[in-house]
C-alpha cells in the first residue's frame, strides 16, 4: 500500500482500477472495457481543468498561452518553453483562457496553499474483499484533521454551471462514489488514523465572476454507506468476476452493454418539484 506524490503519467501507467473506471462498470461491462482500450485525445475542456488544477494548487505543468506559430518568433518561443519545462509539462491555453485561470487562481485564493498535507497525492492499496489492486489521486491529502477534528480529503472542481448547482452534478456524474472510493483508499493505506474522515469538493465556475464554494460529505453519511459503498463493491466484484471466469476479461466485457429492452421514462424527485414550481408560476 502507497501514498505519494506522483506525475499524472506514472499514475495513468498504474494498472489499478481508479474511480473513474469503477464507474465505467456500473454503466456497464461494456463501457468498462471501451474505456480501457479506446483513445483518450485532446479534449479543450480537460486541457482547461488540468490548467486550473495546476494555477489553484499550486503543482502541476505550466500554464502556458500559445504562440503564434505561424510567425518565426513564435516557432522559436514554443522551442524554448518545450526545452525549459518539458513537452509534457506544458498546458497550452488560449490568451484569453490563460487570463481565466488566473483569474480563477486568483478568487480562490491561498485556501487550498494554506492547508496542512500535499497536492496531488496518489493512494494505492489492494481491496480486501477483491484483491484488486486500486488507486486514486487526491488533489489534496491532508497531513492533520481540521480544527473541527474531522480530516477532509479534497477535490477541486470546475463548473460551467453556477456552483450552487453542484449537488445535481454530484448525483448525474457519481462524485459521491468518487467521495466513498477516496475515503476507503485513505482508511486502507493510512491504517493509523483512527479519527472521523470526510470529503470536501472545492467548486469554482470557469466564467465571471469565478466565484466557488465547499462541499462536504461525511464518511458515515448515508449517502456514502446507503448509496455509494455499496455500488462500489458491486463493480469491483464484477470486475473481479470477470478477470477470474474468462480468458480475455476486456474482450469479454464487449458483449454487456446496456439493456436493449424498453425502459421507463422516470424523472427523479427534484427534476419534478422543479417543472411544478415553473409551471405553477405560470397561473
Same mark, same amino acid.
Given at each position: 500500500?502507497? +501514498? @505519494? *506524490?506522483?506525475?499524472? !503519467? &506514472?499514475?495513468?501507467? /498504474?494498472?489499478?482500477? =481508479?474511480?473513474?473506471?469503477?464507474?465505467? #462498470?456500473?454503466?456497464?461491462?461494456?463501457?468498462?472495457?471501451?474505456?480501457?482500450?479506446?483513445?483518450?485525445?485532446?479534449?479543450?475542456?480537460?486541457?482547461?481543468?488540468?490548467?486550473?488544477?495546476?494555477?489553484?494548487?499550486?503543482?502541476?505543468?505550466?500554464?502556458?498561452?500559445?504562440?503564434?506559430?505561424?510567425?518565426?518568433?513564435?516557432?522559436?518561443?514554443?522551442?524554448?518553453? +518545450? @526545452? *525549459?519545462?518539458?513537452? !509534457? &509539462?506544458?498546458?497550452? /491555453?488560449?490568451?484569453? =483562457?490563460?487570463?481565466?485561470?488566473?483569474? #480563477?487562481?486568483?478568487?480562490?485564493?491561498?485556501?487550498?496553499?494554506?492547508?496542512?498535507?500535499?497536492?496531488?497525492?496518489?493512494?494505492?492499496?489492494?481491496?480486501?474483499?477483491?484483491?484488486?489492486?486500486?488507486?486514486?489521486?487526491?488533489?489534496?491529502?491532508?497531513?492533520?484533521?481540521?480544527?473541527?477534528?474531522?480530516?477532509?480529503?479534497?477535490?477541486?472542481?470546475?463548473?460551467?454551471?453556477?456552483?450552487?448547482?453542484?449537488?445535481?452534478?454530484?448525483?448525474?456524474?457519481?462524485?459521491?462514489?468518487?467521495?466513498?472510493?477516496? #475515503?476507503?483508499?485513505?482508511?486502507?493505506?493510512?491504517?493509523?488514523?483512527?479519527?472521523?474522515?470526510?470529503?470536501?469538493?472545492?467548486?469554482?465556475?470557469?466564467?465571471?465572476?469565478?466565484?466557488?464554494?465547499?462541499?462536504?460529505?461525511?464518511?458515515?453519511?448515508?449517502?456514502?454507506?446507503?448509496?455509494?459503498?455499496?455500488?462500489?463493491?458491486?463493480?469491483?466484484?464484477?470486475?473481479?468476476?470477470?478477470?477470474?471466469?474468462?480468458?480475455?476479461?476486456?474482450?469479454?466485457?464487449?458483449?454487456?452493454?446496456?439493456?436493449?429492452?424498453?425502459?421507463?421514462?422516470?424523472?427523479?424527485?427534484?427534476?419534478?418539484?422543479?417543472?411544478?414550481?415553473?409551471?405553477?408560476?405560470?397561473?
Amino acid at each position: 500500500m502507497t +501514498v @505519494e *506524490q506522483m506525475t499524472d !503519467d &506514472d499514475y495513468f501507467a /498504474l494498472d489499478a482500477v =481508479d474511480q473513474t473506471s469503477l464507474k465505467k #462498470m456500473l454503466v456497464s461491462p461494456l463501457a468498462y472495457s471501451d474505456y480501457l482500450t479506446g483513445e483518450h485525445g485532446y479534449s479543450s475542456a480537460l486541457e482547461f481543468g488540468k490548467a486550473a488544477h495546476s494555477m489553484v494548487l499550486g503543482s502541476g505543468p505550466q500554464v502556458v498561452a500559445k504562440p503564434n506559430l505561424r510567425t518565426k518568433e513564435g516557432k522559436a518561443l514554443r522551442d524554448r518553453l +518545450v @526545452e *525549459q519545462y518539458g513537452a !509534457d &509539462d506544458i498546458v497550452w /491555453l488560449s490568451s484569453d =483562457d490563460v487570463e481565466k485561470v488566473q483569474a #480563477m487562481r486568483d478568487m480562490v485564493g491561498d485556501f487550498f496553499t494554506k492547508l496542512d498535507g500535499q497536492p496531488e497525492v496518489a493512494m494505492i492499496a489492494t481491496d480486501p474483499d477483491t484483491g484488486l489492486l486500486i488507486k486514486g489521486k487526491a488533489d489534496w491529502l491532508p497531513s492533520t484533521p481540521d480544527p473541527d477534528g474531522v480530516l477532509r480529503i479534497r477535490d477541486y472542481k470546475t463548473t460551467v454551471k453556477s456552483p450552487d448547482e453542484f449537488e445535481r452534478s454530484c448525483w448525474q456524474y457519481g462524485y459521491h462514489i468518487q467521495a466513498a472510493f477516496y #475515503m476507503s483508499l485513505y482508511r486502507l493505506t493510512m491504517p493509523d488514523y483512527k479519527g472521523p474522515l470526510g470529503f470536501e469538493f472545492i467548486v469554482q465556475e470557469k466564467n465571471p465572476p469565478f466565484d466557488w464554494m465547499r462541499y462536504e460529505i461525511q464518511e458515515d453519511s448515508p449517502i456514502i454507506t446507503e448509496l455509494a459503498e455499496p455500488k462500489i463493491n458491486h463493480a469491483l466484484q464484477s470486475i473481479k468476476w470477470f478477470r477470474d471466469n474468462t480468458e480475455n476479461p476486456l474482450e469479454a466485457m464487449r458483449a454487456y452493454g446496456l439493456p436493449k429492452y424498453p425502459q421507463d421514462v422516470v424523472f427523479p424527485d427534484w427534476k419534478l418539484l422543479e417543472e411544478e414550481e415553473e409551471i405553477e408560476s405560470w397561473r
